[in-house]
């Protein structure tokens, strides 16, 4: 399986930016897909998850700024990212699997954000 994100960049503050992650495999056969985001010296954090049944987790600081969704025709999933904050600032991770930790991960893409 490969997961090939896309879309990171570097954007004002109060900017938007739209992650992409294309999957090799139908995103149905998963179990999960979601958004991780590392900063370096921190742990990978969970930032966004979307599952087979379109149910939807936000981590708290992301709610109401971000939003995860998925195209099934393109097997692609989607990281709306609004209201850019600098704290926002990290190597974004795509992933996919099932209930627990992911089984496949993507290359991550860097987004910065100034202020």
């Known amino acids: 399986v490969q997961l090939q994100a896309s879309g990171g960049g570097l954007v004002q503050a109060g900017g938007s930016l739209r992650l992409s992650c294309v999957s090799s495999?139908?995103?149905?056969?998963?179990?999960?897909m979601g958004w991780y985001r590392q900063v370096p010296g921190n742990e990978r954090e969970l930032v966004a998850r979307?599952?087979?049944?379109?149910?939807?987790y936000y981590e708290d600081s992301v709610k109401g700024r971000f939003t995860i969704s998925r195209d099934i025709t393109v097997d692609t999933v989607y990281l709306q990212m609004n209201n850019l904050k600098p704290e926002d600032t990290a190597v974004y991770y795509c992933?996919?699997?099932?209930?627990?930790?992911?089984?496949?991960w993507g290359e991550g893409t860097q987004v910065t954000v100034s202020s």
């Open positions: 992933a996919a699997g099932g209930t627990g930790n992911p089984d496949y």
């Open positions: 495999r139908n995103i149905f056969t998963f179990n999960s």
């Open positions: 979307i599952n087979r049944g379109n149910i939807r």
